[in-house]
């Protein structure tokens, strides 16, 4: 059974599924889609051509699928928000439409988006995402699977964070985190591999192994990072971890986050 208070207001064309909760002073519009079990707790605005998937739960303050900020978005053109399933979106959080008609912002499924999280036009966040208090995402920016973005920490457009990330609060990204690793700063720069995170996520141990000497191979040594990315795969061989780094290192645009002077100490040995 749906339950909508009377005191919300969903457009009768929005399209509700079994199950859901649609708490007081809500607002639907037309084009939306809600999946089923999903519950709106009150306040939340739901515009544009949205969709959130099953079971999600969504606090006071919400707004999804609201116009891009873009100064390039055209009035009337058609965009999309796509939110999956068994998502946490808690109070004030906002999730902005894609700018370019037909474009999409996407959040993939089982992320937790905390107090005054933004995620801006056209980004792109993956499954497991852990987003903390007011960490903000730019338009353009592409987050992997199991990351973890810390509180009052901004992300530059088309900055892309690596899956099994983290981003350390407060920090200021700028250029690329690559998978697996820890960055902190301002500027932020990648520090160590994210041990705990990998763990968490069921990596072995040898696969961390593999993970921390590429690391060291590609930022301790005394190499250009072509010439450190083939010793990755002169010396570690074949394996699809490795590869999802060496991969995200050719798809940079805007380069990457590297180490500074105090990080090779920490990873020698």
């Known amino acids: 059974m749906i339950e909508i208070s009377p005191l919300s207001v969903v457009h009768p064309d929005a399209k509700i599924g079994s199950d859901c909760f649609i708490g007081p002073f809500c607002t639907i519009g037309k084009d939306v889609e809600i999946g089923a079990r999903t519950c709106l707790k009150s306040h939340v605005v739901i515009d544009g051509y949205t969709t959130i998937g099953e079971d999600c739960v969504v606090y006071p303050f919400v707004s999804l699928g609201i116009d891009s900020q873009d100064q390039k978005h055209l009035k009337d053109s058609v965009t999309y928000t796509r939110i999956g399933d068994r998502n946490t979106l808690r109070e004030f959080v906002s999730v902005h439409s894609g700018t370019e008609a037909g474009s999409v912002t996407e959040i993939g499924n089982d992320c937790a988006l905390l107090t005054q999280a933004h995620v801006g036009h056209n980004s792109r966040v993956g499954n497991h995402v852990v987003m903390s208090h007011s960490a903000t995402l730019a338009g353009h920016v592409v987050v992997g699977d199991y990351a973890n973005i810390g509180g009052l920490a901004a992300v530059h457009q088309f900055c892309q964070i690596g899956p099994v990330a983290m981003v350390a609060g407060m920090a200021r990204v700028v250029q690329d985190v690559l ?43 005394d190499l250009r990072l072509e010439e450190a990315v083939a010793e990755v795969r002169k010396e570690i061989g074949e394996s699809s971890e490795i590869n999802v780094m060496l991969d995200a290192i050719e798809r940079s645009q805007r380069g990457l986050a590297r180490p500074d002077s105090a990080t090779f100490e920490m990873n020698v040995g």
């Open 179 to 221: 998978p697996y690793t820890i960055a902190e700063g301002f500027p932020a720069h990648m520090r160590v591999v994210n041990k705990v995170g990998l763990e968490r996520a069921g990596f072995s141990t040898q696969k961390i192994q593999e993970i921390r000497k590429a690391f060291r191979i590609l930022f301790t040594r």
